[in-house]
C-alpha cells in the first residue's frame, strides 16, 4: 500500500496543478482568498492558493489526504465524527466548517452534530464547545437547519446500566472520593446519570466522540476506561486502529503515538481469556 | 445533591424560554448576534441565540452551571481567580471577557487581574498572555481602569522565604543543572527571585493560579511540586478541591481526571503525622 | 547572570518609556492600536501600548526578553526556529506575524519556514499548520517571496538511511504493528520515507523543529526517540539546553519541566561509554 499510496498522492500532486478547485479544504465559493479569515465565525479553511502561496507540499498533502477517507475499516460517516471530534476539543475552528460540511454530507445528523459539540463542553473544555458554536451556527444557517432539529435541552433519558455504573461509580469514589467529592458527584450527576444517557447521540458514537477528543488533546492516562467502554459499545478493534490513523492527520502523529501504548494494553487484556 | 442540581437545571431550563438574557454567558448589550465574532479583541461570548441555535442542552447547562458558584468551600473571588487561570491558560479567549467582568465585579483587583495574566505569560507560554491582552485591554477601557492602577513594571518585592528558596533552588540544580543550566538560571532569578516576590498578587492566590494553569493545561507532573507550595501558602484542601470541580467544566473532565492522583498523593503525604 | 539580567531590564524598562517602539514584539506601522486584532490572518501582535494597558510588567519583560536572544550556545537563526515551531505547533498566531519576520531577518530562508510549517502539519496536526498559513503568506507577500522560491510539493527526495530506518520500522512495527496497522505504515511511508527526505530543510534543522514542538506541546514521552535522531543530526547538548531555555519563554516553564527528566535521560545514556 505504501507504494501505491505515494503513486496515487504524486498523480493527486500533479492533478492539482490543473485542477481549479482544493478538494481537501474547500472554501465557500465567491469570497477571494484575500478575504478568508480563518478564525472568523464561519471557520473557513484556508484556500489552496493560500496554501500554495505558503508551501505546494502542504496543498499536496491536502489532496493526498483524501485517500484516507477511502481506507476500509471505518465508515465515512466514521471518519466525519472522528475528525470533528479532534478539531472541536482542540479548538481548531481553521479546519472546522468544511468538516462539519462533510459530515451532514456523509451522513451525521444535525441532531448528532449538535450533541457532538455539547458533549465535548464537558469532555474537553467549556470553551472549546464555545469556539464551535459560531461555525456551526453558520453551517447550520446554511442549511436551514431548525432548532426543533435539534435535541432538547431536558428530555427522556436512555435507561442506566445499573450495574456497569455501580461499578464505575464505586470505582471512583473509592479513587477520588475523599480528595474531590463535588468533582465525584458531578461526574456521576451530570456526566453518567444523564449526559452518557442523553439520546440523539448513541452510546457507540458518544464513545467514539470521547476516545477521539482523549487521543486529540493527549489524554492517554484517561483512554483505557473510555477505550473499554466504547469497546463494550460495539466500537471494534479494527475502527479504533483506522480512528487513530485519521487523528494522526488531524492531531499530529505524537498524539496518536502517546496513545498507542494505552490502547495496545486494552487490546490485550480484552482479548484474554476470561479466567477459570 | 445530584437529584437538586437536575431539579434546578431543569427549573432554569424552563426559566431561559422566557428570560431575555443568558446569566451565564453575557454578551455585550447593543451588539446583534450575527455580528458577534468570539475571536474579535472583545473575546465575546457566543450569545444565547448562538447556543440555542446549535445545542439548547448547551444553553440549559450554561444556566446550570450557575450553581457551581454558589457552592460552599471556594470564595466566588476564587471560582473567578480559578476560571481566569483556566481561561487564559488555555489561550480560550471566547469565554474570557464576561469572566474578567465577573472577576472584577466579585473582587478581584484590577491590579491582580493585571497580575495574573503576566503570571500566566510564564506558566502557560508568552502568547497565551499575548492573547488574554486585547480582551483585558477592552474590559479595562470599557471601566475606564488607568495604568496607574496597575502594579508597575519593577517596584518593590516580598521578602524571600531565603530557606525554602534555597532548598527549591539546591533540588532544581541537583536534578537538571547538568542538562539546562540556562533554564535552572532564568528559574531561579525571574521566577523565585522575582515573579512570585511581586506584592501585587498574593502568594496564596499566585499559586492558585498556577495550580489552576497545570490543571488547565495537563501538566500533572509539575502538580505535586505547585500543590504543597499553594498549601504552604494557605489554600486548604476544601478549597483545592473545589477549584477541581470549577476546573471540570472549564478544562473538561479528562483534565481534572488526569490531575487527581496527584492532588491525592499530596492530601496524603501532607497527612501523615511527621516522624518522630 | 542572573544580577546583569535584572539590571538590564530595569535600564530596559526605564528605556521603554522614553522608547516610541516595542522591540519585542512589532505590530505593522501605521495601524492605531485600537485596530490590532491579534487573531486576524496577519497574525499581529499585540502592541506595547496594549501590553502597557493591562500589564507594564509584561511590556517590560517583553523588553527584558530581548536578552535571551544573545545568550551564547544557540545561533540567532536557531532561536528563530525553535520559536517559531513553538508558536506553530501551539497554534498561537497572536505572536507569529513578528517572529516569521525576524525568522526571515535571521537567516531562516522562505523555503525553510513554508518547510517547517508542512512538517508542523504532522508533528503537531493538520489544523495547527492550517493556522499558520494566513500569518505566513501576508508575510510572504510582504516580501515579495514567490511560490518558486518554496519547495515543490514532490520533488528529488535525500537518501535513506536504509539500515538506521530499518531499525526504527522493526521496532515500531513489534510495538504497535498489530495494535495500529494503518498508523505504522502511513509512519513508514510519508514521514520517514518522504517528509523527513524532502531537501529545503537539513534533517538537524527537522530534528529541532519537531523536539522543539515535541515539548511546546508536552509530548514528553515522543521526546527520547527524537532527541537521540537530532542529535545524531549533529544537535549539540549545548543547543538543546539553550533551546530549552528558550522554550521556558514560548511555551511556558512547565512544559520545559515537564520535559526535562526526559532531555536529561538521553543525555546520559548516550555519555555512557560503548560497552566492550
Redesign the interface.
Known sequence: ??ME??IA??VL??M?LVLPLSLG?CAPPGKPAAM??????GGA??TRE????????????STG?EDLWK?P?LSPRDWSIVTVA??VA??????MSSHLERALDLGVKPAEV??I??HL??????????????V??DV??RRAIR?DQ?????GDLLPLDVAAEAQRAARVEQ??G??????V???????F??LWL?PALAPRDRSLVTVS??V???????LSYHLNRAMGFGLTRTEV??A??QL???????????S?PA??EV?EKRAEPHPG
Chains 1, 2, 3 share one sequence.
Open positions: 500500500m505504501g499510496l505515494r498522492m504524486k500532486s500533479a492539482m479544504a478568508q479569515d480563518p478564525r472568523t465565525p479553511s484556508p493560500d496554501m500554495l502561496a505558503v508551501s505546494p507540499a502542504l496543498a499536496g498533502y489526504r481506507r475499516g479532534a478539531l482542540r479548538g481548531h475552528t481553521v479546519d449538535s450533541e459539540i455539547m463542553a464537558f469532555y474537553s473544555g467549556w470553551a472549546s464547545a464555545m469556539s464551535a458554536v459560531p456551526a451556527r447550520f444557517e432548532p435539534l435535541p432538547p435541552a431536558v479513587s477520588f475523599a480528595v474531590a467529592p463535588g468533582v458527584q458531578i461526574t456521576t450527576d451530570l456526566l446519570h444523564e442523553r477528543a482523549l486529540a488533546t493527549g489524554h492517554a492516562a484517561q486502529s483506522e487513530l490513523t494522526a492527520f488531524y492531531a499530529g502523529w505524537p498524539s496518536v503515538f502517546t498507542l490502547v495496545r487490546f
